[in-house]
């Protein structure tokens, strides 16, 4: 980069390009400002390189290759998308692909009617699974200094979500894959970073959507226009 030329930031959520122009989908292609496929061809090059290596290698493999089978009649054309598989079945046919046997279901108190259908779908479909709780160990949240007022329900000791714990049994366990299900914002991030196995997401916790975060997203112009119309949380 030449001495004194600012380096422009990623931006790839505020390009208006259609698909098919767009360098990252068509070698004939542009990109906009910021586009990272233009702007890090060195970081690029870096990142590429990881998947040489044998077991990222063969994941991304896997990934791509269970991404192409969700779609069905591929032989058609013109092709148009046709999705068949949900997010479970994928799960399960992904774990097949990679001969994954011991699964951990790591998820939350709040889900757990969720969880052992979940549980109960992994296992019909033979494999042999590790679950735990998020308030698996009871640990009081005294431990981090949670003030009375800062509790769900002020005036108990009340248990912790303890992900680091969830993280901890299922590395013990020597999981294969791991699914998360439910866990909140932060301690789901805190169970990523401490996890060994790689980890994928069966649904994320939405208490006011029913679990579907997307929602709030698709309605930001109408019922949820608070989300652009101020700073979330402010006054």
């Known amino acids: 980069m030449p001495q004194g030329?600012?380096?422009?930031?990623?931006?790839?959520?505020?390009?208006?390009?259609?698909?098919?122009?767009?360098?990252?989908?068509?070698?004939?292609?542009?990109?906009?400002?910021?586009?990272?496929?233009?702007?890090?061809?060195?970081?690029?090059?870096?990142?590429?390189?990881?998947?040489?290596?044998?077991?990222?290698?063969?994941?991304?493999?896997?990934?791509?290759?269970?991404?192409?089978?969700?779609?069905?009649?591929?032989?058609?054309?013109?092709?148009?998308?046709?999705?068949t598989k949900t997010r479970i079945a994928e799960i399960c046919e992904f774990a097949r692909r990679m001969g994954y046997q011991r699964l951990g279901l790591v998820f939350c108190v709040g889900l757990k009617t969720e969880a052992a259908i979940v549980n109960n779908i992994l296992k019909t479909n033979g494999f042999d699974v590790v679950s735990v709780c998020c308030k698996a160990g009871r640990t009081s949240k005294d431990l981090i200094g949670i003030d009375d007022q800062d509790k769900i329900y002020r005036g108990t000791d009340e248990s912790m979500c303890n992900p680091v714990f969830q993280?901890?049994?299922?590395?013990?366990?020597?999981?294969?894959?791991?699914?998360?299900?439910?866990?909140?914002?932060?301690?789901?991030?805190?169970?990523?970073?401490?996890?060994?196995?790689?980890?994928?997401?069966?649904?994320?916790?939405?208490?006011?959507?029913?679990?579907?975060?997307?929602?709030?997203?698709y309605l930001h112009e109408t019922y949820y226009r608070k989300l652009v119309a101020r700073p979330v949380g402010s006054e």
Do not use: W
Request: hydrophobic fraction near 35%.
């Open 167 to 217: 993280a901890m049994v299922v590395n013990e366990e020597k999981t294969d894959f791991n699914i998360l299900l439910g866990l909140c914002v932060g301690h789901d991030s805190l169970f990523f970073k401490h996890a060994l196995a790689y980890t994928t997401v069966l649904a994320v916790k939405d208490r006011v959507t029913g679990h579907n975060p997307l929602a709030a997203v």
């Open 5 to 83: 030329k600012k380096r422009l930031t990623p931006d790839c959520a505020s390009c208006t390009k259609e698909p098919a122009t767009m360098v990252c989908m068509q070698s004939t292609g542009s990109g906009h400002k910021g586009c990272p496929t233009l702007t890090r061809k060195k970081l690029l090059a870096k990142a590429n390189s990881e998947y040489t290596k044998p077991e990222t290698g063969a994941f991304a493999r896997q990934a791509s290759i269970q991404e192409a089978s969700c779609y069905a009649n591929r032989d058609q054309r013109p092709y148009v998308m046709q999705p």
